[in-house]
């Protein structure tokens, strides 16, 4: 497919109803690869308090004037045995149905490496279910290498 022009901007208040709905649909995406999710109305984020976070860069990408993706990096502090003490963790992607497949993940990584870069931070992760083959190949094409794999036992 062809990528359809596409302008990645940081989000507003004003895209909160669409960014809302875009976690539903990441959660309801999610489900089957987590059997410990609670059942019913959940939420992952505070989309409106990491708009207004000066430390958080929310970005949408915008065609035809739609909002159809998501995205975010956030600092997170890392393991004290680490060597670095930030990184920037993406999070929050999600392309509408109709617009996967044209690279606009793609787009939304790459502001978001660049937001990261421009803000100090040498490492930059991401998590993504192991079953999630579709996530992991989108962001192994941006560059993202498996790293560690988390287990649960019940």
């Given at each position: 497919m062809t990528l359809p022009k596409v302008?990645?901007?940081?989000?507003?208040?004003?895209?909160?109803?669409?960014?809302?709905?875009?976690?539903?649909?990441?959660?309801?995406?999610e489900r089957p690869f987590d059997v410990t999710i609670k059942e019913g109305p959940v939420s992952y984020y505070d989309i409106g308090e990491m708009i207004q976070d000066s430390k958080a860069?929310?970005?949408?990408?915008?065609?035809?004037?739609?909002?159809?993706?998501?995205?975010?990096?956030?600092?997170?502090?890392?393991?004290?045995?680490?060597?670095?003490?930030?990184?920037?963790?993406?999070?929050?992607?999600?392309?509408?149905?109709?617009?996967?497949?044209?690279?606009?993940?793609?787009?939304?990584?790459?502001?978001?490496?660049?937001?990261?870069?421009?803000?100090g931070f040498k490492e930059i992760r991401l998590t993504v279910y192991n079953e999630n083959l579709p996530a992991i190949k989108a962001y192994e094409k941006v560059g993202f290498k498996k790293h560690i794999i988390e287990m649960r036992l019940e």
């Open positions: 302008n990645i901007r940081t989000a507003t208040l004003y895209d909160l109803p669409v960014l809302l709905n875009f976690e539903q649909e990441i959660i309801k995406a860069h929310v970005v949408v990408a915008e065609s035809e004037d739609k909002v159809v993706a998501s995205g975010y990096a956030i600092p997170k502090r890392a393991r004290h045995y680490l060597d670095h003490e930030f990184y920037a963790y993406l999070g929050f992607m999600y392309t509408d149905e109709d617009f996967r497949g044209m690279g606009i993940n793609a787009l939304i990584v790459e502001e978001l490496k660049n937001w990261s870069n421009t803000n």
